[in-house]
């Protein structure tokens, strides 16, 4: 049983080493919510919403308070919304984003996640409609994230859904070009999406959850560092073991919490994501980490390495911690949350294809990375093929969140504030992909698709 001894040799964690929840997800199932008039969907969404998570945040707030551990944020994933809408005969389903949004302001919390579709193979009628809407829908709420699922390990790649997305990650930056492309920052486009993600912004409370279903995001870039400080010299299979111990402290204090804060909001809990999620702060790095093994700067040669050993070690030492590890556990590589990445990129050792080849073995993809305002819809799908491929061919999540900022060029920064922090414009390639996106089809799955 965890009580709260489980968490003692943490103390130090949380007061210097920047040990948090990052978040609180509450999974919410909105399939009972269809109906072909959207303005009964809306009414359905909004009161089961606010029925479910009027507590949230008043629970989450008196667990960190009575725990000791900060948790930062609240939120809310729902069933994919075109799932929900498929048998509604509006033309698009801005409406729906909106009272999401009404929703996720009246119940306190961050950010809803779930504005979301499931197009791996093909395209329903709703599919497309949601698609469409992401743009608009974006950049007319404040709270709401939406994710797009183009491929899978199981199904290979929708290449039409790939070129359709280029498009909607160009309009949604473009659309809210007066707060630099922040539309775009909360849209991610997934390969191999898993359902109980409770990271934002691509968490979405998938078909094969229950009703209801509390999750929890814990982070630990700091804590991590610290414990790699301590042991310079050591050799590769002493700093694995020490990574793993530390992970292992993390997920227990995460799983403490969660599962506390299911039981006060009545609802059953669900995973603990053991994600180095970082942040603008500094000690708070996922690259520090890396440089902490004896790197002089993340991106060098060697670092695809080192982010191996450390998304491994963290994974196994959750694995250890609890039953019950989900959503992407592992180390994540946004550039404009990492003070690390940052400085990475600014001084010319981590550019836009060495963190390509990282995603091979990080936890999610190329995150929060800036790119030139001119770049061409066709060449964001290219980038978004070329992630998915290698989810789709390593059989493990990938994404892409990349922020096309109007009137940026490389060398300019843009500053996102919060934990969306500040990035540097990355440097994309200047030659077409033009023609191979338009192709359009189906990239066939690999063979070991044929694995029953």
Known sequence: MLNHSDIMSTVDMIDHQHLDIRTITMGISLRDCA????????????????????????????????????????????????????????????????????????????????????????MTKGDEKLIRSIPQALAQTEFVCASVNIGSSRAGI??????????????????????????????????????????????????????????????????????????????????????????????????????????????????????????????????????????????????????????DAVKKGGAMASSHVGGLSGAFIPVSEDAGMIRAVEDGALSFNKLEAMTCVCSVGLDMIAIPGDTSAETIAAIIADEAAIGMINKKTTAVRVIPVHGKKVGDTVVFGGLLGHAPIMEVSKFSADAFVKRGGRIPAPIHSLNN
């Open 158 to 311: 929708n290449m039409d859904a790939v070129r359709l997305m280029g498009e909607v990650v160009k309009e949604s930056a473009d659309l809210t070009a007066d707060t630099d492309g922040l539309g775009s920052a909360k849209l991610v486009v997934f390969c191999n999406a898993v359902e109980d993600n409770p990271f934002m912004a691509g968490a979405f409370h998938g078909v094969g959850e229950p009703e209801v279903v509390l999750n929890v995001g814990v982070s630990g870039p700091g804590v991590v560092l610290n414990a790699v400080r301590k042991i310079p010299d050591a050799p590769f299979g002493e700093l694995a073991t020490t990574i793993k111990h530390t992970a292992f402290k993390v997920t227990r204090t995460g799983e403490l919490v969660g599962r506390e804060a299911a039981r006060r909001l009545g609802v059953p809990f669900g995973i603990v994501d053991l994600s180095l999620a970082p942040t603008p702060a500094v000690g708070d790095s996922v690259a520090d980490i890396l440089e902490a093994m004896g790197l002089e700067r993340c991106g060098t040669h060697g670092t695809t390495a080192a982010l191996a050993m450390l998304n």
């Open 35 to 122: 109906h072909s008039d959207i303005d009964v969907v809306c009414d359905r969404i909004y009161k089961k919403i606010t029925t479910y998570a009027k507590d949230l945040v008043k629970v989450g707030e008196e667990v960190a308070e009575d725990y000791g551990i900060p948790i930062i944020n609240k939120r809310i994933s729902v069933t994919p919304i075109a799932i929900v809408a498929d048998a509604c005969e509006a033309p698009d389903y801005v409406k729906i984003a909106k009272t999401l949004d009404a929703a996720a302001r009246e119940v306190g919390v961050n950010f809803i996640g779930g504005f979301s579709a499931l197009v791996q193979k093909g």
